[in-house]
C-alpha cells in the first residue's frame, strides 16, 4: 500500500538558523498538503500542492512539490520561536479522496 | 462561526464498553475524516465519508464503527474489539467536489480517549 515517509523525525534549531523537512511517497500522488501541529493541539491547514514542480511561499515558508509528483518539502527560512510544532506532509493519491499522512517532523526552536 | 467541533475533550471510559466521539460541521464540507493519534507519532485513517450514507475504511478500521446520516455529522464508535483504544481522536472535514476540486482538512480540536 501507499507509505509516506517524512525525515528528519526531529530537529532541534537555534533562533534564526533555517529549517526543511522532506516527504516522500512510495506512490504518484495527485496532491500533496502540509500541516502544522503545536504541542496539545490539532493538525492546521498550511497548503496544498497540486502540479508537479510546483512551488509555493507563505512568508518565511518555502513548499515544493517534486517533478515526479512522489516527494516534497517544506523550508523555513530564519526560524523564529513561534515556529515550534510537528509539521506534517499528507499525500492524495489518484482517483481516491484519501490521504496517507507523513511520520511528522518535530521543531525544536532555541531562542 | 463556521468550525468543526468534537466532544467531549476528555474521556474515560472502562475496558470492554463500548464508547461513541462526537463530530459536527457546520462548513457545509462534502468529506469527513476520523483519525487516530498516538503518543508521538502521525495520523492514521480510521474511517472517511465523501457524501452521506456513504463512507470507507481507512488503514486501521477494525474495532471502530462510524455513520454519516447527515452532511453534518460524522460520528465514531470505539467498540469493545479495539485492542488498544486508548489514544488521541482527530475529526476532519474537506471539500472534495466531484469536480475534483479538493481543499484542505479542517481539524476538530479532538478527544483524548482513555480506556481503563
Known amino acids: 500500500g501507499q507509505q509516506v515517509m517524512q525525515i528528519p523525525q526531529y530537529q532541534h534549531v537555534q533562533e534564526g538558523e533555517d529549517f526543511t523537512t522532506y516527504c516522500n511517497s512510495s506512490?504518484?500522488?495527485?496532491?500533496i498538503q502540509w500541516y502544522k501541529q503545536r504541542p496539545g493541539g490539532h493538525p492546521v491547514f498550511l497548503i496544498q500542492?497540486?502540479?508537479?514542480?510546483e512551488v509555493k511561499k507563505q512568508k518565511r515558508l518555502t513548499f515544493q512539490f517534486g517533478e515526479a509528483k512522489k516527494n516534497s518539502s517544506l523550508h523555513i527560512t530564519a526560524t523564529q520561536t513561534t515556529d515550534v510544532g510537528t509539521y506534517f506532509c499528507?499525500?492524495?493519491?489518484?482517483?481516491?479522496?484519501?490521504?496517507?499522512f507523513g511520520t511528522g517532523t518535530r521543531l525544536k526552536v532555541l531562542a | 462561526d463556521g468550525g468543526i467541533t468534537q466532544s467531549p475533550k476528555y474521556l474515560f471510559r472502562k475496558e470492554g464498553q463500548n464508547v461513541t466521539l462526537s463530530c459536527e460541521q457546520n462548513?457545509?464540507?462534502?468529506?469527513m475524516y476520523w483519525y487516530r493519534q498516538d503518543p508521538g507519532q502521525g495520523l492514521r485513517l480510521i474511517y472517511y465519508?465523501?457524501?452521506?450514507?456513504?463512507?470507507q475504511k481507512g488503514d486501521i478500521a477494525e474495532g471502530y464503527s462510524v455513520s454519516r446520516e447527515k452532511k453534518e455529522s460524522f460520528p465514531l464508535t470505539v467498540t469493545s474489539a479495539q485492542k488498544n483504544p486508548t489514544a488521541f481522536y482527530l475529526c476532519?472535514?474537506?471539500?472534495?467536489?466531484?469536480?475534483?476540486?479538493?481543499?484542505?482538512?479542517?481539524f476538530g480540536p479532538g478527544t483524548r480517549l482513555t480506556v481503563l
Open positions: 500542492l497540486v502540479k508537479s514542480g
Open positions: 499528507a499525500g492524495g493519491g489518484p482517483g481516491t479522496y484519501k490521504y496517507i
Open positions: 506512490t504518484t500522488l495527485s496532491n
Open positions: 462548513l457545509n464540507h462534502d468529506a
Open positions: 476532519a472535514s474537506s471539500i472534495n467536489r466531484a469536480s475534483g476540486r479538493r481543499s484542505g482538512q479542517f
Open positions: 465519508s465523501q457524501i452521506v450514507n456513504d463512507f
